[in-house]
């Protein structure tokens, strides 16, 4: 069965510090990626998405990157951490999981950006 | 594009009744699915129950079951004999192949429910 995994579970880091949040996938093959941003008690918002490796598109300009050096590997980074940058990250896989088409999520990464 | 609303932010419900979760969306496409998703304070997303829009057939999940009116474009999603398991947020969310995406999903904003012992 498929798997999804993110670390760290939890992140305190300092204005103007970089970032790095992992996520990997297990049980499936060239899935499409997700990098979800949520404030508290908000809905989602799409970051980037990727259909492939090195196949990176962004939604929202912003000072945070993404990457996907392997085919079920995504990294989200930043060079300097902004403020504003606190929330909780979901990573998301898509595709077809027993015989439907859907999206299944990571158990997040709780970032505080003091 | 496609967009999803929730009309609710918030709902209570006593433990063992029935609750109703309203979603609608617009859009021009024929082919989509529809989805429920479930974040309880662990802020876990649980896929609840997902929905063909080429199927006329309601999905049922257990106790979860929706009312799936594709003209009007409504997307309910019902909670019988509620637990205190389900007191979460709750988003619905539409989904179409697109072809840069893949996979292009949009979220609603989300409604809070609160399951009352």
């Known amino acids: 069965s498929q798997t999804i995994h993110q670390w760290p579970a939890t992140l305190v880091q300092p204005v103007g510090s970089p970032l790095s949040l992992e996520c990997t996938v297990e049980g499936t093959s060239n899935p499409n990626l997700y990098w979800y941003r949520q404030a508290a008690g908000r809905g989602l918002q799409l970051l980037f998405y990727?259909?492939?490796?090195?196949?990176i598109s962004s939604e929202v300009p912003q000072n945070l990157s993404a990457s996907r050096p392997q085919d079920r590997q995504f990294i989200l980074s930043s060079k300097k951490l902004l403020l504003s940058d606190s929330g909780f990250y979901l990573c998301?896989?898509?595709?077809?999981?027993?015989?439907?088409?859907?999206?299944?999520f990571g158990p997040g990464t709780r970032l505080l950006v003091l | 594009a496609q967009t999803v609303t929730q009309s609710q932010p918030e709902m209570s419900v006593q433990e063992a009744e029935t609750v109703t979760l309203s979603c609608t969306y617009d859009t021009s496409e024929n082919n989509y699915y529809l989805f429920w998703y479930k974040q309880p304070p662990s802020r876990q997303m649980i896929l609840v129950i997902r929905q063909e829009a080429y199927k006329q057939q309601n999905a049922t999940e257990n106790r979860f079951s929706v009312n799936f009116q594709k003209a009007a474009k409504s997307f309910s999603l019902k909670i019988s004999d509620s637990q205190l398991g389900d007191t979460a947020m709750y988003f619905c969310?539409?989904?179409?192949?697109?072809?840069?995406?893949?996979?292009?999903?949009?979220f609603g904003p989300g409604t809070r429910l609160s399951v009352l012992p």
């Open positions: 998301a896989w898509s595709g077809v999981a027993r015989g439907q088409e859907t999206q299944y």
């Open positions: 969310a539409f989904m179409k192949r697109d072809g840069n995406y893949g996979q292009n999903f949009v």
């Open positions: 990727s259909v492939g490796i090195g196949q």
